[in-house]
């Protein structure tokens, strides 16, 4: 019978069954493995690096890391090292600092807000675009960045087919379109040239999006966060210094599901939950003025109260939220007075500002 040599291969294979708490990616592609190192006696010593502002995740992966390796064939001491900081902070914000001192990861930008909601398809986009929108109407220099590369909607709800420029120091200059700044993935390929780029490609190109962008001073940045609750989400809260989520759900009960999940996500990274935005709330019928509530009721309310964050807004399900978002003009341009959706909005948008110290 021929022996299985420990190797430091061996065990970079084995921890690539350990995952970073929450999520379904590995802590070796997460490059959280420093070294490995093993002694002809089958001594092994593995240094690992976590970058959390949680204590509990170096604790958990330690002790995964541990289960896992102790369990090899011709292990007979172990050794597991963790280096772990909470992620580098640039210093703080004061009203007259210069915008690029900041304290924020993206630089030149005083609060950066995350629009998010788990499930697919509830809003987050209509609401982003909206609420940057709703922002901008009040005086805020306002700026939103679609980050949701698989299916980016932006270019198509501002209705520009304007392509970024590139400033003298290589990075992106975002288009403008009704008073936003605007930065999407729809704005760099073809509409025909699908984008096909997975896993750690994903991930570079979202963290270059957060990172090389001259965005020339903005109050606000809204992140139109893609659906879901995986890595280029975790990248994200990662990457950035966030002012703060802002979650968008519908009344059902499966969209609240999928809320919890986003609210853990910002939970597990410390940002604060700014609010809730109930979307699709209600509808009520032009013919005769009778409020429908298809996708059930209180359940944003329900939500907001067991979390103890604001529920920011309730938003109808209506025609021309949906018309304005595919002909490229957002319903939030329209006047509070004359639009019950745009009073929304704006409504949602001072909520937020004034949450924020604005
Ligand atoms: N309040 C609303 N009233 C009417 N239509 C709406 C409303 N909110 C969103 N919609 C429509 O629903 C569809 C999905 O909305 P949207 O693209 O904003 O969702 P999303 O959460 O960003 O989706 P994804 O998860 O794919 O990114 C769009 O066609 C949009 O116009
Ligand atoms: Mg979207």
Not at 44 to 69: A, F, H, Q, W
Not at 259 to 271: D, H, I, M, N, Y
Not at 295 to 324: C, H, Q, W, Y
């Amino acid at each position: 019978m021929s022996e299985i040599n420990l190797t430091p291969e061996l065990i970079r294979a084995a921890l690539t069954t350990v995952k970073y708490p929450g999520f379904s990616r590995d802590i070796v592609s997460f490059g959280l493995v420093r070294n490995i190192e093993v002694s002809p006696e089958g001594a092994v010593t593995i240094g690992l690096v976590v970058e959390s502002k949680n204590s509990d995740v170096p604790r958990y992966i330690c002790e995964n890391v541990m289960g896992v390796v102790k369990e090899l064939p011709g292990v007979k001491k172990l050794d597991v090292n963790i280096e772990h900081h909470a992620p580098a902070k640039v210093k703080a914000r004061t009203p007259n600092d210069d915008p690029a001192d900041w304290k924020s990861s993206v630089p030149g930008v005083k609060h950066v807000i995350a629009v998010a909601s788990g499930k697919g398809g509830v809003g987050k986009s209509t609401v982003s675009a909206n609420l940057a929108v709703a922002l901008s109407r009040l005086g805020y220099r306002t700026g939103l960045l679609d980050l949701d590369i698989y299916g980016p909607s932006m270019a198509l709800m501002f209705g520009t087919k304007e392509r970024p420029g590139c400033s003298e120091k290589e990075q992106f200059l975002p288009v403008e379109a009704h008073g936003i700044k605007l930065l999407s993935m729809g704005l760099m390929v073809d509409e025909a040239s699908p984008v096909a780029v997975r896993g750690p490609l994903a991930t570079r190109y979202v963290q270059q999006f957060l990172r090389d962008v001259d965005w020339g001073g903005l109050d606000f940045l809204i992140l139109d966060m893609p659906p879901g609750t995986g890595d280029i989400q975790l990248t994200i809260v990662q990457t950035v210094d966030l002012a703060g989520a802002v979650i968008v759900t519908t009344p059902q009960e499966v969209a609240l599901i999928d809320a919890r999940k986003a609210v853990g996500l910002f939970q597990r990274v410390e940002t604060p939950i700014l609010g809730i935005i109930e979307n699709m709330s209600y509808f009520i019928c032009p013919s005769d003025g009778l409020v429908y509530h298809i996708f059930g009721e209180g359940g944003g309310d329900r939500e907001a109260m067991k979390l103890n964050v604001p529920l920011l807004g309730k938003i109808p399900l209506d025609i021309s939220t949906r018309e304005g978002g595919d002909h490229g003009a957002p319903v939030a341009l329209q006047d509070p007075g004359q639009s019950r959706v745009a009073a929304a909005f704006h409504g949602v948008a001072q909520m937020l500002a004034s949450q924020l110290g604005e």
